[in-house]
């Protein structure tokens, strides 16, 4: 028996087809939680946008003297002049007074102002100086009664500037009537979901890229240092369970490539079969729900067809189901009950196809303690004398020491690994435990 070690590669391989599996398996959690997202930014944004009305009037700074006109340095003078004014403090102040504001109270309105050059207004080209006055505010009416206020106090303060050139209203100020700040719902909510989207997916591809489990079958041998014995695949039991019907090579309904893949089981292990007694064989597993009682179950079955005596067992003490699997619904005997010293073997044992079968009613406290018994012992060494194959269908390693006991008793094993379920670091354990106690692992 060799050894089942492998060295620790720290290369990081990436299996696409798993990380696609792992992803749409996710995929409603994902959605959900993207879902989610989007409407929490939606609701955050919501909650604190504030809007912004503008009301805009437009100003053309004409100069009443020719030397002015002429002079472009002295009109951008001017202009400029005037842009101040309609910034000033001084004129913010007269607003208020016109609105109505008392001393202390919070005037928001924004002023703000631009200057342009030729710019047509109104269908009108303006080869002037024109400066575009824009006043903000969170309530639309109080962006324009502050434009209006401005219109009225702007001409009188203008005529203190220069006496060479006046401003001329070329727009008046209207009520906005939509958010120059408005956010669009529609495509915030869209764009966050499709961020939370990626970034989800790519966490769950990253995950399953560093999750070290059997991703294929060729993870067996790099991982393992295992023999493959076969892939099976994983069959959906949907439709099974309303018909009322388990997954066993004796179906007619079972796919033909499930019962070719425990049938190239079933060739590998008469193979190692010797002459002399019966073969012990435990099909383990490290985890719950990787299939083992379905394969030991088949492996069982598929071995009987050679018209080989077989006897299957139910050793799983902490979860029995063999009986549920083959469809038993007569009185069950159980096993550990024989072993406490119960009725006889004969009357312990049922016929199920062409297999003997010994069953377990109830879970059982004290397994390690039924299996570690002398009883099992001797009741092994009576059986490998009476049965070519004995198929034992045991706990999840990871769920007690009973495989551990039992491995000390019989001297094969099938370890069924089920793709991209438990760590390769706890299967390469169970196969180390295997090892220490001198029990042949024939493959996963």
Not at 20 to 25: C, Q, R, T
Not at 178 to 202: E, G, R
Not at 379 to 401: C, G, H, L, M, R
């Amino acid at each position: 028996m060799g050894e089942c070690k492998v060295e620790n590669n720290d290369e990081i391989k990436i299996d696409l087809r798993s990380m696609v599996f792992d992803i749409l398996k996710n995929l409603v959690i994902i959605i959900m939680v993207s879902l989610l997202a989007a409407l929490a930014a939606h609701l955050v944004i919501k909650s604190t946008h504030k809007p912004t009305y503008k009301s805009k009037l437009s100003y053309v700074v004409v100069s009443t003297d020719t030397s002015v006109i002429n002079n472009k340095d002295t009109q951008n003078r001017i202009v400029k002049v005037f842009q101040e004014v309609l910034e000033s403090s001084l004129l913010r102040s007269s607003i208020k007074e016109s609105l109505g504001y008392q001393d202390g109270e919070n005037f928001t309105a924004e002023i703000s102002t631009e200057i342009v050059q030729n710019t047509n207004i109104n269908g009108v080209d303006e080869n002037g100086n024109i400066i575009i006055v824009t006043v903000s505010d969170s309530d639309p009416l109080e962006a324009y009664y502050a434009a209006k206020a401005l219109m009225s106090n702007c001409g009188t303060a203008s005529d203190y500037i220069n006496k060479n050139a006046i401003l001329t209203v070329l727009e008046k100020p209207a009520i906005p009537s939509a958010d120059s700040n408005a956010v669009n719902y529609i495509k915030t909510d869209i764009l966050v979901f499709a961020a939370a989207f990626v970034v989800l997916c790519a966490i769950a591809g990253f995950i399953s890229v560093k999750r070290d489990s059997i991703r294929n079958a060729e993870e067996i041998k790099e991982k393992l240092g295992s023999k493959l014995l076969a892939s099976i695949p994983d069959v959906s039991m949907k439709g099974r369970k309303k018909a009322k019907r388990n997954l066993l090579v004796t179906d007619k309904h079972t796919g033909f490539y499930y019962i070719e893949n425990i049938k190239k089981i079933r060739s590998k292990i008469e193979l190692l079969k010797p002459d002399e007694h019966g073969m012990c064989i435990a099909v383990s597993s490290v985890s719950t729900g990787e299939g083992r009682s379905t394969i030991a179950a088949n492996l069982a079955l598929s071995i009987a067809m050679h018209k080989n005596k077989v006897l299957l067992e139910d050793m799983d003490f902490k979860n029995p189901s063999l009986h549920k699997l083959l469809g038993y619904d007569g009185t069950i005997p159980s096993f550990s009950k024989f072993l406490e010293g119960e009725g006889t073997l004969t009357e312990t044992t049922r016929s199920i196809e062409n297999i003997k079968v010994l069953f377990q009613e109830n879970a059982v406290n004290n397994s390690s303690k039924v299996i570690d018994s002398k009883n099992m012992k001797t009741f092994f060494s009576y059986v490998k004398e009476q049965y070519d194959y004995i198929i034992i269908d045991t706990s999840p390693i990871s769920a007690s020491a009973d495989m551990e006991v039992l491995a000390e008793i019989i001297d094969y094993a099938v370890l069924v690994v089920k793709q991209d379920t438990a760590p390769s670091a706890d299967i390469n354990e169970a196969i180390d435990m295997l090892e220490r106690n001198k029990c042949e692992l024939i493959g996963c």
